[in-house]
């Protein structure tokens, strides 16, 4: 019996029960489509967060405090008070660093900030026009401060628009004063939202780096310290000398007790990638169990046919079939219930993903791209054709070895 | 040469551990083109025969000819193919494929066999037109009549032009109008060249074949010509 008529019986068999085969494959369906959502999720927030780190030029270096974090317990780290002025003073020095063309500190520090009866918890940003020329930010409503602010430790902020929003709700904020630990502060800018970008700023308020040191932290170490190297080629060469000239500065001479680590956007888009393949990977097995019950269900279903079709399968040796036929025939079925269940489950999971990103690109993430990976679909497929052979070899052995005499007497 | 030789034929049935012995040593020689009925009351063992001679199962003891070979040393292969290419059966609850046409259910041992797909329709049709069914190609069983299922049965059985056709009790399930319709077609088949095997219990039906075998607690109690031979088209021109 050729395979294109082993295909046609088993398809056959699949028509002439239609509605018992569409209830089987459910449980493939859903697995498959909740694998295919979970990837194509996985890769969209991939694609946005790597996206907005990109945004960031190559030529972007940051420096941090603390050595390189291996594990949780080494995150403490980024509170210590490695860096210093002295640092980015021998930073700008070209015979230390060569290609070096922005360098600028920033320091944090979480605080509540009044006006008049309203208070608002807000994280304090100090820094500089270039770090936020970097993170391309630039006020809606009023000016940014300048590098003479930052000499003359000015007094003045710009406001996040959620810290706006909730302090004067409606109301114009620029040009009025509000206080963050017993200090006036003028608001020269607001910020415009951000959206669901990882540098959001809406929760919090810039002001010149010197002026948070001295009426807010009371300290001279920086949190973090941004550089920007003259273009892509040096980046590599810059990443060196700043390693060098620290470890100087600091006088380590063995690098794995750096108190400081550098790192690039593609350091940081290798660690985004890591995070969300093994986020993609721990959902994608946990909709794998479904596909696990899908597969039994369809074992289930396919040994009841076997016993309802006892006659149909004496019947089919009697006239001639071999085992080797009624083995196929059984096998193709259950192989063909999940590669369908596995298609619609892909366009199934495709469609949703899609609307799912419709809706986030306009409401939290904007810029949230529909992404669905090739790889999502053949695995899609793949597994629920392993699904098919796996749970589907046992009825149809147990349909092949059924004695055409013993078949025909079955009632 | 004979079509089927059986020598000495027994069959036990071991029923776990329980022996059961169902044919005792039978001898008889069907030759090409003869129309035999096997007869006994149930529990004689035709069945069990009609089984062993059919290749649906085997024997416990003795020897069983087809067209001049030893059936045990048949593969479970060359079983399936004989089964497709020499034998054709006609059961008494008919046994078509239900939602499945008229013509599909006839296509069925031509799907098994090694018959090129372009010939299938034709013979197909060719078979069902030999039953006089040719309008109730696209019917399903569900909306035939008991006559008209085992006439569909017939041509399933024709359709791979086999040496042998196998009835087992064919009119069991039929009222007599149907049941005389049923035995016209297949006392036309045999006059037409085929080897027929009929199995019934009932003297009626038997006599419309040229040889009667009659078994009884798994030995053969009689084996006679016919005489007063019924003509199931003589019986309607009455």
Not at chain 1, 164 to 172: A, I, M, R, W
Not at chain 2, 62 to 74: E, K, L, P, Q, S
């Amino acid at each position: 019996m050729l395979i294109k008529h082993r295909i046609k019986t088993a398809y056959r068999g699949l028509v002439t029960n239609k509605s018992r085969s569409l209830l089987t494959i459910l449980g493939i369906v859903i697995g498959i489509t909740a694998i295919i959502i979970v990837m194509s999720i996985g890769q969209g927030a991939q694609d946005l967060i790597l996206g907005q780190i990109e945004g960031l030029g190559a030529t972007t270096i940051s420096i941090d405090p603390g050595k390189q974090p291996q594990g949780p317990s080494n995150f403490a780290e980024v509170y210590t008070d490695s860096l210093k002025p002295k640092d980015i003073e021998a930073l700008r020095r070209p015979a230390n660093v060569q290609g070096l063309k922005d360098i600028s500190p920033m320091v944090i520090q979480p605080a509540s900030i009044l006006f008049e009866n309203e208070t608002e918890r807000a994280t304090v940003v100090g820094s500089t026009e270039v770090f936020m020329d970097i993170l391309a930010l630039s006020p809606e409503q009023g000016s940014f401060f300048t590098d003479d602010d930052v000499k003359q430790k000015a007094r003045v902020v710009i406001l996040g628009t959620k810290v706006k929003e909730n302090l004067f709700g409606l109301s114009d904020a620029v040009g009025k004063t509000i206080r963050i630990k017993e200090q006036s502060f003028r608001i020269i800018g607001v910020f415009p939202p951000s959206g669901a970008s990882i540098f959001s700023v809406d929760e919090m308020v810039v002001a010149p780096y010197t002026t948070v040191q001295q009426y807010l932290t009371g300290t001279i170490h920086f949190n973090s310290i941004m550089v920007r190297a003259e273009n892509e080629k040096v980046v590599n060469r810059v990443v060196h000398d700043i390693e060098a000239t620290l470890r100087e500065s600091h006088g380590i001479t063995d690098p794995t007790n750096d108190d400081f680590h550098v790192s690039t956007p593609e350091d940081a888009a290798a660690i985004v990638g890591t995070i969300t393949t093994v986020l993609t990977a721990l959902l994608g097995s946990v909709a794998g169990i479904s596909l696990v019950v899908g597969g039994i269900g369809i074992m289930n279903i396919m040994l009841v046919s076997v016993t309802e079709r006892t006659r149909e399968i004496g019947l089919r040796k009697a006239l001639g079939a071999t085992e080797e036929d009624i083995l196929y025939q059984f096998l193709f079925e259950s192989v063909m219930l999940t590669g369908l269940g596995g298609v619609i489950g892909i366009i199934l999971g495709a469609g949703i993903s899609y609307a799912a990103a419709v809706v986030l690109s306009s409401t939290v993430a904007e810029g949230w791209t529909f992404a669905f990976p090739i790889s999502a679909a053949v695995l899609g497929l793949g597994v629920s054709a392993v699904i098919g052979l796996a749970f589907g070899i046992y009825p149809a052995k147990r349909a092949a070895a059924k004695s055409p005499m013993e078949a025909l007497r079955y009632e | 040469m004979s079509l089927v030789e059986v020598k000495n034929l027994r069959k036990t049935y071991d029923n776990e551990g329980t022996m059961t012995p169902v044919l005792h040593g039978l001898n008889f020689k069907i030759e090409p083109g003869e129309f035999v009925a096997v007869m006994g009351p149930s529990g004689s063992g035709k069945s069990t025969l009609l089984q062993i001679l059919g290749f649906l199962d085997s024997h416990s003891e003795g020897d069983y000819i087809f067209d001049g070979r030893a059936v045990a040393g048949y593969s479970k292969k060359e079983v399936a193919y004989i089964r497709n290419q020499k034998l054709g059966f006609i059961f008494q609850a008919f046994n078509l494929l239900p939602r499945t046409s008229v013509l599909q259910n006839v296509k069925l041992p031509l799907v098994y066999s090694d018959v090129p797909e372009r010939e299938w329709e034709t013979r197909a049709r060719k078979a069902i037109e030999a039953v006089g069914l040719s309008h109730r190609l696209d019917h399903e069983p569900a909306q035939l009549s008991g006559g008209e299922k085992q006439r569909v049965a017939i041509a399933r059985a024709l359709v791979n032009e086999p040496s042998i056709i196998f009835a087992d009790e064919p009119t069991g399930n039929l009222d007599s109008k149907s049941g005389r319709a049923v035995m016209e077609i297949i006392q036309k088949l045999n006059e037409e060249g085929h080897t027929v095997l009929l199995i019934t219990h009932e003297t009626s039906t038997a006599e419309y074949a040229r040889r009667i075998i009659k078994i009884k607690d798994g030995l053969i109690e009689s084996d006679v010509q016919v005489v007063n031979r019924r003509n199931a088209s003589e019986h309607y021109s009455k």
